[in-house]
């Protein structure tokens, strides 16, 4: 009797400390277009602070860049061209050096994502 209850104990003890390891937080947290508008701001002070970094910006041009890019952080559905227009604007704010330094950096994000049969595709055979 007393081997069984032992049995059934180290049984249900086992058991439980398996399914207790095998749960998943399945709760993920998604951002919510509530808490997305709220932190519209911590994002173009991220993004600013990175262009800041990236670009070597002027406090004029920080300032000026935050503003724009909370504008379009702000707008839930931007369409193409307003991301173009956007993207002309902070064009407008760089100096010569800096748009090319922006441009290499977009250039190098690319080229490391693309495949060999992209490059060629790009580049074609002369």
């Known amino acids: 009797m007393k081997k069984t209850t032992l049995i059934i104990a180290i049984s249900l003890l086992t058991t439980g400390t398996f399914l207790f390891a095998q749960q998943k937080n399945t709760q ?5 277009r509530t808490e997305a508008r709220q932190n519209a701001d ?3 002070k991220a993004t600013t602070n990175r262009m800041t970094k990236e670009l070597n910006l002027t ?3 920080q300032s000026k860049i935050k503003v724009l890019v909370l504008e379009n952080y702000q707008k839930q559905n931007n369409s193409f061209a ?14 010569s050096q800096q748009k090319q330094l922006k441009k290499q950096i977009s250039d190098s994000k690319i080229k490391a994502i693309s495949t060999e049969n992209h490059k060629r595709v790009a580049s074609p055979a002369k």
């Not at 993920?28 to 919510?32: C, D, F, G, L, S």
Request: charged share 40%.
């Open 59 to 61: 406090q004029e041009q």
């Open 82 to 95: 307003e991301q173009e227009k956007l993207n002309q604007e902070i064009d407008k704010l760089l100096t």
């Open 42 to 44: 911590a994002r173009a």
């Open 28 to 32: 993920k947290h998604r951002i919510t």
